[in-house]
């Protein structure tokens, strides 16, 4: 059976689609249609019904899965195993961060190990999703979070304390809040999505629902909508910039750590390591 197939079968099922699987695995549409071909010939029925445009798995397909994914689980761990055993300071090193923190920071924190190791290739992935890091979609993960998955491990690198922050056109508008307290008599700028499950806007929400006026899902757009004038905005201290005013610091509910995260199979491949110590000490120093 083709290793390769079985991947793309595998992309079909948990995306449903052949577009989804071939962005998810970084080739083409077509080579996804004709491999999927090819695999439901080679093992002599149909995997999927097609309906409106969605993949969903037939019987066969079911068992197909559930075969598929051991199989998967197993490569996933012959790799992380192999590579644990690379000792030389050079190839590739997937980042997965925020997009605050990949756009900010880690540009100029990486500046300086790419002189130092011209063999070590990085690959940043700006997003806030949680990468599945046993099969290696990344190697490293720029995490803020109170209490990190305890199937990976690192360290915490950095403090993030929360506070109002307010753009020059409200505050020449509506003035500017001195505490907490006086939070009541102004618009206020909420979360909407995942995003609102962060305990800093659950406490939002339930103190000061009847203020929000607007929300985002991210908080670099909530920075944005405060810069423009929309509202106050409760944000992370690692948003601040020179077009927001920080006003005070906010405690109720809004402590986050900064954690560097890899998987326990990796932790010891040189390149990775190397990467990690340098994150490590930029982020304190910065």
Known sequence: MDWNALKIFLAVAQTGTLAGAANKLGVNHSTVFRRLQSFEEEVGGRLFERINNRYTLTLMGQEMLEKGKGIEDSFDTLERQVVGKDFQPKGIVKITAPTNIAYRLLPGYLESFRLAYPDIHIE???????????????????????????????????????????????????????????LKTHSIIGATGNLSGLPAFTWLDKEHFQQISIRSDELVAISYLAEAGHGLALLPDDQARPELNKLFTVEVGSKSDLWLLTHPDLRNVERIKLVMQHLTQAFANG
Do not use: C
């Not at 209490?147 to 922050?165: A, C, D, F, M, Q």
């Not at 307010?166 to 307290?181: E, H, L, Q």
């Open 124 to 182: 940043l992935l700006v997003s806030n999703l949680e990468f599945n890091m046993s099969n290696r979609q990344a190697d490293i993960a720029v995490r803020a979070t109170p209490s990190p998955p305890e199937h990976l491990v690192g360290r915490k690198v950095r403090n993030i304390t929360w506070g109002i922050y307010a753009g020059n056109a409200y505050i020449r508008k509506f003035g500017k809040p001195s505490n907490i307290k006086d």
